[in-house]
């Protein structure tokens, strides 16, 4: 299954051309391995390499009389390579094949997922630069919280990413095995040697054992993965629709020229991207269950698990890759705008420094029960409608009895919540980035 929004290279590595080729790949080495240990005559594994071909339609045809796919592509390769053939697939089961060739697309798979996160990462990283000293309010539960800086959220997706590179390049090796050890893992018909060549030539490792499949928990890993790294595209897509909400507004998606946000409304500016990849990040995560699901096959093997791979394994890599290459560019355009940021810090009145209050009245002696009671006095009739925080805190008199009006006014500098920011910076950009 090939999503409509997918991109070029990650939908190639799904095609049944890809597939196909794949699959002649590990039938030649196999045979290359064979002839080098004289299994069988150099000449059959010659052939193979020479004229090993197949037919797509052909396979279709005959996939459609045999009811196998593996012997339908067998049956076409040897109508290319001819007599020689008949040594072809000597000792090996369909899963070899079958497993080996799922895992060399996943990890190729991964390849184009972590180039993504490369692409996204820089991209990150320069905005949060771009906005390092850029102050906004900080928020929990949607509500004000105090400040901190554009550049600080950014610094933080890029964390988030960084961590998302590191478990993708885990998963990629986790799935990096290949078997060609025949019917129930035994070995019995193949020698293990021959396992070794083909691993070497496709970049695998021989999965320790096998028992005619590749365990399925690896795959399970690689896929919650991918569940994972589309959480963390959901959470910064969230993060910027709610950005882009009318009565925040301090970032949005580009809107080009030209560009409709509504066939109702022509006054509309959706964060249609956003929402978008949102909506993707789901369908990924929903792919990890079943992933999950695969792990306990009946006895040696079964092939409960092979329709569900051949929709997870495009779909759920196809729509990350898009998602990651979106979001990139969403990152990259995102238009920012500061002074509404600082509005929005100023709207509650001087609220966003309540804690530095309630600590210098600790400071200067007061039980915390006592200052929390007084600032928070304060706070609620600000939070009602009712002016300026500082000036309500140097109107009251227990407060003012505790803390000189210097003082007071000394904790409503703005400077002194982003003294660390450089620090924050060098953590997670590294050396320079202060």
Excluded at 23 to 36: G, R, S
Excluded at 106 to 116: E, G, N, W
Excluded at 311 to 324: K, M, R, W
């Amino acid at each position: 299954m090939i999503p409509r929004y997918s991109r070029p290279d990650m939908a190639r590595l799904w095609e049944p051309e890809t597939k196909f080729r794949i699959w002649l790949q590990i039938e030649t080495y196999a045979a290359e391995a064979m002839a080098k240990l004289g299994l069988i005559p150099e000449e059959s594994a010659e052939a193979v390499r020479a004229r090993g071909g197949f037919d797509i339609a052909r396979i279709d045809a005959i996939e459609r009389e045999v009811k196998h796919d593996v012997i339908a592509f067998l049956t076409s390769v040897a109508e290319h390579v001819g007599p020689e053939a008949r040594l072809l697939h000597q000792g090996m089961t369909s899963s070899d094949v079958l497993d080996t060739c799922l895992n060399v697309q996943l990890v190729k798979a991964a390849d184009l997922l972590i180039a993504d996160v490369d692409g996204l990462l820089a991209a990150l990283k320069a905005r949060a630069f771009e906005h390092k000293h850029t102050p906004t309010v900080g928020r929990s539960h949607g509500v004000h919280a105090e400040p901190t800086t554009f550049g600080l959220k950014l610094a933080y997706a890029y964390a988030e990413f960084a961590r998302a590179r590191e478990r993708l390049q885990a998963a990629k090796e986790e799935v990096s095995t290949c078997a060609i050890s025949g019917a129930v893992g035994t070995f019995a018909h193949v020698d293990p040697r021959v396992e070794a060549y083909v691993a070497e030539k496709l970049g695998l490792k021989p999965e320790p054992i096998s028992t005619q499949v590749i365990p399925r928990d690896r795959h399970a890993q690689y896929f919650a993965t991918l569940a994972v790294v589309a959480g963390s595209v959901e959470r910064l897509a969230t993060e910027i629709r709610h950005l882009q909400r009318t009565e925040v507004l301090e970032a949005e998606e580009y809107f080009s020229e030209g560009q409709k946000g509504s066939s109702a409304m022509p006054h509309k500016r959706n964060p249609v991207l956003s929402e978008n990849i949102t909506g993707l990040a789901r369908l990924v995560r929903a792919y990890a269950l079943p992933a999950l699901e695969d792990v306990a096959l009946w006895h040696e093997r079964d092939i409960s698990h092979s329709s569900v791979e051949r929709v997870i394994g495009p779909d759920s890599t196809i729509a990350l890759d898009f998602a990651l290459h979106r979001l990139t560019d969403i990152v990259k355009r995102l238009v920012v705008y500061p002074e509404r940021m600082r509005a929005n810090l100023d709207r509650l009145g001087g609220l966003i420094h309540s804690q530095r209050v309630l600590l210098a009245l600790t400071e200067a002696g007061l039980p915390r029960e006592d200052a929390y009671r007084l600032v928070q006095r304060n706070a609620m009739k600000v939070w009602d409608g009712g002016g300026d925080f500082l000036a309500l805190l140097l109107k009251d008199k227990d407060v003012l009895a505790a803390l000189p009006e210097p003082t007071l006014r000394a904790q409503f500098d703005l400077d002194y919540h982003l003294k660390h920011v450089d620090t924050i910076f060098h953590r997670v950009f590294g050396k320079g980035a202060g």
